[in-house]
């Protein structure tokens, strides 16, 4: 990919910095594709490590890239075969050594500490304390987002608006949820997406909670939920947008649901600074939608305690969303030192870092009335006096809303809704 020529040579550069005067090699494997069950020569779509596509510009698989800290990159490919061409055509290998002679190499150079990272089969072991070391600052040169990456998120998120321009238009009472989903994928395709970047979520009515639905012959009905979750992929970067839409106009009581989490989303967007701390973005969305949801007398207290306890998880269980890029899921984590798992307003939060300059996240909060967690007994027994569960029967059924836009963060203030054109 030409674009990315120079970006390739400014991200070793950013990595290597990273590791300062380290000592060691840090191979970075692309992967080999898997085959699937019984499959006899078929496989599963291939995708190229994250981690080896970044710092090679390439996606061809079996190929490894290595960083010696004296001797600098060497990058080991598989040549393309003849059988290769008749079956899949023009295929183009990147320039490099065959792959074959990496043993020989690694016998010559690789006498000290060695690293392992990105997709290997029998990859062997490295030093598992220079492998998490060489993690920690890929990790870390990968998450703000060069100008080549914010292209490419820029046409998957052109592309996506197509598709959720064409759902908003189609969706009513008497089309399947199937249907909806061909329509926006096909609009997508025709936008320029080449892949879709995850499997699409349509859920319709109740199925609006079913936080990654997939799309049912379930049919539309009059005054309803309709959650649209969808993005297209371009080169492996992947837009990320949910909107909540409605069959017909929506009622007072599908609006008042959905005003709270357009009011959480809004404040969450604005919360995402350079700085600031990803939990206290969740927590910001968790007390909007607290606060809502004492407003409409669903649940009793402060919003602050309402969140802090966990209260508000019963209806908002997920994470306010993630970064993205290479693939829905980019590059998340932890700062350096902090325990895995730590939770946020009752919810397990994937990323537990303060942003940086040059991310690109999704915020995506959600309120959502799901029987399973409802009618959970320890659910019943620890917020006994913080929900009013007479009230909630009147709310069950409805389904649930969940707003996702993707932002890119700024040096200062407010960030950059890059999504900003699709309605909602
Ligand atoms: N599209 C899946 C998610 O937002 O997590
Ligand atoms: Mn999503
Ligand atoms: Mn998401």
Known sequence: MILFENEIERRRRRFEAGLGDAKGIVLVGCGSPTSTPGGLDQTYPFIAHPEYYWLTGS?????????????????FVTPVSASERLWQGDTVAPVGRP?????????????????????????????????????????????????????????????????HARASEFVRPGVTERAVQIELEAAMFRAGADHMGYDSIVGSGYRSSVLHGHPSARVLANDEFVLVDAGGSVNGYTADITRTLCTGKMSPRHQQIYDIVFAAEIAGIDASRAG?????????????????????????????????????????????????????????????????????????????????????????????????????????????????????????????????????????????????????
């Open 276 to 424: 600031v701390e990803w939990h206290a973005v969740h927590r910001v969305c968790a007390e909007v939608i607290a606060q809502g949801l004492v407003d409409l007398k669903i649940l009793v207290g402060s919003a602050e305690n309402l969140a802090e306890s966990g209260a508000v998880s019963v209806f908002f269980p997920h994470g306010v969303g993630h970064l993205l890029g290479l693939g829905v899921r980019d590059v998340g984590g932890r700062a350096p030192g902090r325990a895995p798992g730590r939770q946020c307003c009752g919810a397990s939060v994937r990323v537990d870092l303060p942003l940086e300059q040059g991310f690109i996240m999704t915020v995506e909060p959600g309120l959502y009335f799901v029987d399973a967690i409802l009618d959970l007994p320890e659910n019943r027994t620890k917020y006994r006096g913080d929900i009013r569960w007479d009230e909630l029967q009147n709310w069950r059924g409805i389904g649930g809303v969940r707003i996702e836009d993707n932002i890119l963060i700024t040096p200062t203030g407010p960030p950059e809704v890059l999504s900003a054109e699709i309605p909602k």
């Open 99 to 163: 792959l074959h002679e990496l043993q020989a190499w690694l016998e010559q150079h690789g006498t000290g500490r060695k690293a392992l990272l990105g997709q290997w089969q029998n990859r062997g072991s490295g030093d598992i304390e220079f492998t998490e070391f060489a993690q920690q600052k890929l990790d870390a040169a990968r998450r703000p987002k060069d100008d080549a990456e914010v292209q490419m998120l820029g046409a998957a998120i052109r592309a996506t608006a197509a598709g």
């Open 59 to 75: 996606r061809r698989p079996d190929a490894v890239i290595a960083f010696d800290s004296e001797s600098g990159w060497t990058h």
